[in-house]
């Protein structure tokens, strides 16, 4: 008869539990691997909805979006993929990828286990058809098309919140959806100290500014942008194998899947800067996306911690790449060559102070960099106060006017420069506009880092080289994906809190030298 030592036994307890484990981690990915299958497919078809999709489709759209976002769902509050995460919970072996991916999936999990699955059906519908509405009546500058639509995607929104629950306030729930671990109060304690500091620097450098730059106000022919645009794109670092640029009534970017990100562009002949910078910006999101490692490819870990931490690196690339000095003088040849007529007198430093330009704005997308967060206050203002039950949905316009005309001291004229200028709303992201200020705070915070690390990429912006940018946000941002929160991302790249004063410190050099002020 053949026995087994106390220590022989021990050692294949023990390799019985890593095998046991490891069996249990192949079934928990092949789980994951059926979710992003479906969520994958509901990001191609929001895609096409927003890009390609004839009209008379968006009923049987909005239906098949229903069922695939009760499919997920299903999938998600699977009670087996609850038990597997548990097993693995436990293991306290995890190596740092299988052990955030538990992590994050939990999360994810628990949340959707707390809204029922009808209510997610009813969501997702309410927001194609509150999509589709705001398509139709954005054009007609006609609030009242639209109204009925929003009201129900609020009051669905209040439920979905409730049944998340919540301690402080009902907003909270929603600003977790894209900001995980921040609250409205402290929300409120950032957009204090910005907005303090923002009023005043926005006052002096408007005073400054003067009249518009006649270039700006030019007629600029629609291909030619086009052409432009995609080989901007391209000179950014856009792995076109990777991903595609569209056109959609208002640009964005969306994850599709691994090795497929795609962005979009609208394009104004009124507008040249328009069309320029929001392709800066969404090739910021795209770039991103196409950053995650390929060990975390297919995971839920494969994503940013936060939207903050995504818009970090489009406003980054607008703003402190697009708009820089440097880079500035790198555009202006090019577009010369396709502008002759409109811009064949205008010198680099013209430009510049074009591309720069301050004012007082209606709408939030053609906003520079001075006025842009003043926007954002306002809508976090207005979705405070509708999830607080202190403004109804048809009083959103009145409150937006005057919001406007207290932040930037101008009213719009009618509803389409006005409440209906933003798609968000429709599709009930509400708890998403402030994450545009955060990742305004994070870029600032992050390029006065890299700055510092690198010892500055001026000389490559000027030659079209971002190269040296994008390695360092490889780096230090997109090789991390989710493995860490957003909060202990940027304490790790900062090593401190995000505050408001890395961006007002930017703005205050920047206008200074612009316009020689003293500030």
Known sequence: MHTINT??????????????????????????????????????????????????????????????ARLAHERLTDPELGDLIAQLSEDGSLDQIKAATVRVLKRERDKATKVPAKLVTELKEAERRGYQAWVEARPSSDFSLFRPFLETTVRLKKQEADALGWETERYDACLDHFEPDMTARELEVLFRGLTDGLQPLAATILDAAGDKPAFLKETYESKKQIDFC???????????????????????????????????????????????????????????????????????????????????QSRLYENHVGRSRAFSDHLVPGLKDLFEIQLGGVDPDEFYRGVNHPERSLIRV???????????????????????????????????????????????????????????????????????????????????????????????????DASRVLAWLRDNVHSKGYLFTAKELAAGILGEELTPEPFLNHIRSKYSEIYSLSI
């Open 7 to 68: 220590f022989t036994l021990s050692i294949m307890r023990r390799l019985g539990k890593v095998l046991g484990m490891e069996h249990t981690w192949d079934r928990l990915v092949a789980k994951i691997r059926e979710l992003n299958d479906i969520n994958s497919a509901y990001a191609l078809l929001e895609w096409d909805q927003a890009s390609f999709m004839p009209p008379k489709g968006s009923e049987a759209r909005v239906t098949a979006m229903g069922t695939m």
């Open 230 to 312: 995609n080989a901007l794109v391209d000179r950014l670092g856009f792995d076109r194998a990777g991903g595609r640029l569209d056109f959609s009534p208002h640009p964005f970017t969306i994850h599709v899947g691994h090795g497929d990100v795609r962005q979009t562009l609208k394009v104004d002949e009124g507008d040249l800067m328009m069309s320029i910078y929001a392709v800066i910006h969404e090739t910021g999101h795209a770039l991103y996306d196409q950053g995650f490692p390929e060990e975390l490819a297919g995971l839920p870990i494969a994503d940013a911690p936060s939207m903050g931490m995504h818009e970090s």
């Open 366 to 464: 053609q906003a520079d960099e001075v006025t842009y967060n003043l926007h954002i206050a306002l809508r976090f203002e207005l979705e405070l106060a509708l999830f607080r039950d202190e403004l109804d949905v048809a009083d959103l316009p009145d409150a937006w006017d005057a919001g406007m005309e207290k932040h930037l001291g101008i009213r719009p004229q009618n509803h389409s420069e006005g409440v209906l200028q933003d798609m968000h709303w429709s599709e009930g992201y509400f708890g998403y506009f402030p994450t545009y200020s955060l990742g305004t705070l994070y870029a600032a915070a992050f390029h006065e880092k890299m700055v510092a690390d690198t010892g500055g990429v001026d000389d490559d912006l000027r030659r079209g």
